[in-house]
Nanobody, 122 residues
Framework: QVQLVESGGDLALPGGSLRLSCQAS????????MRWYRQRSGKEREWVAS?????????TYAGFALDRFTISTDNAKNTLYLQMNALKAQDTGLYYC??????????????WGRGTQVTVSS
């Protein structure tokens, strides 16, 4: 059974750092493209970053995340991470991890965790 569980969200000061984790089960993180999304209050869910499959998965970032956030995976722990530095108030939101899996020729299915809350405030 596929499951994604995010953690690491917290209250942080502007300019501070947080590391989000997404523990996966039911599939192998490093064999799939993994993504982080966020949803800010009153706004639609938006893509944050992606990491491709394999040991050297290609990493891509939304403009607001470039040079501040780093996406990574740990194969041994089957976990996805998002290191967030230089946090800004506008980074406040609920952060979700996502994977799209296709099985037995069926159309791919999106799986989501429940999210972890990041609040950036002084």
């Amino acid at each position: 059974q596929v499951q994604l569980v995010e953690s690491g969200g917290d209250l942080a000061l502007p300019g501070g750092s947080l590391r989000l984790s997404c523990q996966a089960s039911g599939f192998t993180v490093t064999s799939n493209t993994m993504r982080w999304y966020r949803q800010r209050s009153g706004k639609e869910r938006e893509w944050v970053a992606s990491i491709g499959s394999g040991k050297r998965g290609i990493r891509t970032y939304a403009g607001f995340a470039l040079d501040r956030f780093t996406i990574s995976t740990d194969n041994a722990k089957n976990t996805l991470y998002l290191q967030m530095n230089a946090l800004k108030a506008q980074d406040t939101g609920l952060y979700y991890c996502n994977v799209k899996l296709a099985e037995g020729g069926a159309p791919p299915v999106d799986y989501w965790g429940r999210g972890t809350q990041v609040t950036v405030s002084s």
